[in-house]
Every structure is written in structure tokens, then in C-alpha cells.
């Protein structure tokens, strides 16, 4: 993955990317392309990774206060919640927007 990001980086420029402290995110084995600089979250701080707000909105309007029969209907909802949010591009937009981001 960090591979096909380097490549998408222009030339002479570098990316950094934010990521959450995973393990596999910090892997010493990792292969970190030497145009791209890994900056971990601070531990528990999921108002600063967009993602998570992600997952809250789609539990927030579409899973929560359901009772599941199985797995295949927790993966159907899942599904079903995804894909009304990926058709909402403006939703995911708002969703992850950081006006921080945006003052450099």
C-alpha cells in the first residue's frame, strides 16, 4: 500500500501520512518509501482520525439500536449502510473535513 502511494507522490515532493497507532501500522518490518514520512495519532484521540468519525455517522443514522438475527444480517446492514453513504460523496466530505488541515 505505502508502495503505490510513493508512486502517486509527484516527483521532488513527499507525502506524510496520518495513521493511527495500530500495530501494524508501526511495524518495525514495515517498508517505509523514503518520500513518505508516517505520523502516528496520539494514542485514544479518535476525534483527529477522520475515519472513526466515519464509523460513528454510519452507526449514528444507520446500525445502531438493531438487533442482529445473524451474521450474514449484520453483514447485509453493514453493507447496505455503506453503501448509502458512498453514495452521499458530500456526507464523507463534511465527515472528514479538518479546517486545520487546511491553514498550512
Partial sequence: HLAEIAAAVAPN???VLLL???GWHLS???EVPP???LVPLPPKCPELNPVENTWQFLRDNWLSNRVFHCYDDIVDHCCRAWNRL???PWTIMSIGLRD???RF
Fill in 13 to 15: 515532493a513527499h507525502a
Fill in 100 to 102: 486545520w488541515a487546511h
Fill in 86 to 88: 458512498v453514495e452521499q
Fill in 20 to 22: 493511527d497507532q495500530a
Fill in 35 to 37: 518520500n513518505i514520512t
Fill in 28 to 30: 518495525d518490518r514495515l
